[in-house]
């Protein structure tokens, strides 16, 4: 019965997908690179620019520096003054923000199709021409600082977190957090950041990704008006930044006021792998998946219990595991458990069933989550930040189909091990 609705899925809801969309790449001769999804259902437009950089690009006493920049991005051009970005495109009805992420930094507007060429003309402008002013960085400084008190400092599963990934990557760039350490933060200047904005910004180490109510060859023409006499820049070359061999497990506890204890655990493993995705579906995909009904329902000895593993990473990355328990059980209890979920898959064959029901899940995810012209934007451009092609959310289905039980249990067992283990505890006081 699940292959058959894997068949349907695949053969119905994806072919219909693809009839209507159209993507087209192209690059101008200053190596910017346009992605353009038409998608008509709708009177509206999702634009991002999109640069590689982000947290994994810096270096001790410069972290967080990429996020700075990016906030700094909206206060102001030689052109435009302070406000007149934000101003023009909430003036038309639209909407825009920005993330910075470990390997890359994104801004992002949603308009409609006849704002398309105002956002050319003030996202062609910022990468060029960027105030920076001292007295306006000042501030701005201080913003983000109270970010990071917020979301970081005062978040005890937050901070607990940060220390984890600190702990599980010795040399990796992951090691440090995208905000930054408040060290950081308060040390750089604003001639640090004009000059991690000339380096970095430019048409050569950039891409813009375009869907919505819009026709390819017009956007390759706003496209060339308004980015092709920006000049391309040497942008430096990422040398290899592999994480160290771990010798064994690493442990820490956190402590700090908090209501509840929380346990997460991750194991250093490549990137890019289907295996490695399916593995955290089945434990975590959707509250049949094992960890929700053995660890939650049916044994009760977690609160909440989850796995999460991110294929698009520039560098190694970690397969997470994570819960809270119940009043009733020890963190210890829970690590237990989550030990045996982990040992099911390395000496347990997935069933056929099983992997067609998440593969089955995971394909239709995608499907739906492609009502959302800024999922499809983003599923276009990570991508294309970690060195991969576009052309991967299209793949999506075909490579999840060819993955096996035994690829799974093959996966368990070369990178769930000791070796590759990282433990933190949250203990509340």
Not at 33 to 62: F, L, Q, T
Not at 121 to 145: C, G, H, I
Not at 298 to 314: C, D, F, K, P
Request: proline content about 5%.
């Amino acid at each position: 019965m699940r292959q058959i609705l894997l068949l349907i899925i695949l053969a119905i809801f994806i072919p219909s997908f693809a009839l209507a969309s159209k993507t087209e790449a192209y690059q101008l001769p200053n190596g910017l690179k346009i992605i353009v999804r038409e998608d008509h259902r709708a009177p509206v437009v999702e634009s991002s620019i999109w640069y590689k950089v982000g947290a994994s690009y810096e270096s001790n006493g410069e972290t967080g520096i990429s996020h700075m920049l990016e906030h700094m991005m909206f206060q102001g051009t030689t052109k435009f003054g302070p406000g007149v970005f934000n101003q023009m495109i909430g003036d038309s009805g639209g909407d825009n923000n920005a993330i910075t992420s470990e390997d890359y930094t994104v801004y992002f507007e949603t308009t409609s199709p006849k704002q398309l060429e105002n956002i050319f003309l003030l996202e062609a402008d910022r990468m060029q021409n960027l105030l920076l002013d001292d007295k306006a960085f000042q501030t701005e400084r201080k913003v983000v600082m109270e970010e990071r008190r917020m979301r970081v400092d005062d978040a005890p599963q937050s901070m607990t977190y940060e220390r984890f990934r600190a702990t599980a990557f010795v040399n990796s760039p992951y090691h440090h957090p995208t905000i930054g350490w408040m060290t950081d933060i308060e040390h750089y200047t604003a001639n640090d950041l004009r000059r991690w904005y000339d380096t970095w910004y430019a048409p050569n180490n950039a891409v813009i990704v375009i869907v919505g109510d819009v026709k390819a060859d017009q956007v390759l023409a706003l496209a060339k008006k308004y980015f092709g006499d920006i000049k391309p820049k040497t942008v430096p070359t990422l040398k290899p930044r592999n994480e160290v061999r771990a010798f064994g497990k690493k442990e820490i506890q956190v402590h700090l006021p908090a209501q509840l204890p929380w346990l997460i655990m991750g194991y250093q493993v490549p990137t890019s792998s289907y295996a490695l995705m399916l593995c955290a579906d089945i434990l975590s995909g959707g509250q049949s998946s094992r960890l929700p009904t053995d660890l939650i329902r049916h044994n009760t000895i977690a609160v909440e219990a989850e796995a999460e593993y991110s294929r698009y990473n520039l560098h190694q990355t970690i397969f997470l595991l994570a819960g809270t328990p119940t009043s009733n059980h020890s963190v210890l209890a829970l690590q237990k458990a989550l030990f045996q979920q982990i040992q099911r898959l390395q000496t347990t064959l997935v069933s056929t069933d099983e992997l067609n029901r998440v593969k089955a899940q995971l394909i239709a995810s995608k499907v739906y989550q492609n009502d959302s012209l800024m999922r499809q934007v983003f599923e276009l451009g990570v991508p294309e930040m970690v060195g991969l092609s576009w052309r991967e959310s299209d793949q999506f289905a075909e490579k999840i189909q060819r993955v096996t039980p035994e690829d799974i249990q093959r996966a368990a067992k070369e990178y769930f091990t000791k070796e590759n283990l990282t433990v933190a505890e949250l203990v509340p006081r």
